[in-house]
């Protein structure tokens, strides 16, 4: 009994230990500013554009994206081994076209696609002679961040 309260004491004391350190984390400085799909109201099973808008609030240039993407709460497989090699400057808002995707078959009100951004990085990029180098410097703290469109369907 007395070896069962403490084992419950000693995870509740991690659980809080996690959930303080998960609070205190900074917010990354890249964040998803909008998610586009294109188009605007597709009907059941139309081939769709998928892009986001990608906000670096870092002092060095951003590259290397990692997604992860849910179309109507599916996963989307085809990111699972895609790095976006898009590099994103300091203080500026850069868009990304992603994979093209089927809406749903069947008909529905709406259907949720979530895009978040995994995994970054830092690098330095410097511009010489009309040649562009990038050259990394380390991960992009405070990822992953998501953000979610809400697409209407038209009954077409």
Same mark, same amino acid.
Not at 97 to 115: I, M
Not at 118 to 126: I, T
Not at 128 to 147: D, N, Q, R
């Given at each position: ?14 659980? &809080?230990? %996690? ?10 400085? =890249? ?25 670096? &609030?870092?002092?060095? +240039?951003? +590259? #290397? %994206?990692?997604?992860? @993407?849910?179309? #109507?709460?599916? #996963? =989307?497989? @085809? ?6 090699? @898009? ?23 709406? %259907? ?11 690098? #330095? ?19 992953? =961040?998501?953000? +979610? ?5 038209? &009954?077409?």
């Amino acid at each position: 009994m007395r070896r069962a309260k403490a084992l419950r004491g000693l995870a509740i004391a991690s659980i &809080a230990a %996690f959930a303080a350190s998960w609070a205190n984390a900074a917010p990354s400085p =890249v964040s998803i500013e909008a998610v586009s799909v294109t188009p605007a109201s597709p009907g059941p099973g139309v081939l769709c554009k998928l892009g986001v808008r990608i906000k670096n &609030a870092g002092s060095h +240039t951003a +590259t #290397d %994206f990692r997604f992860k @993407v849910k179309v #109507d709460g599916e #996963d =989307v497989a @085809v990111y699972h081994n895609q790095t976006y090699a @898009v590099n994103v400057a300091p203080a500026t808002l850069e868009g990304v076209e992603l994979y093209n995707f089927w809406s749903p078959a069947a008909h529905k009100a709406s %259907f949720p696609v979530e895009v978040a951004i995994v995994e970054g990085r830092w690098a #330095d990029v410097k511009q010489e002679a009309g040649a562009s180098t990038t050259t990394p410097v380390g991960p992009i703290e405070g990822l992953p =961040v998501s953000a +979610t469109q809400t697409v209407r369907m038209s &009954a077409k």
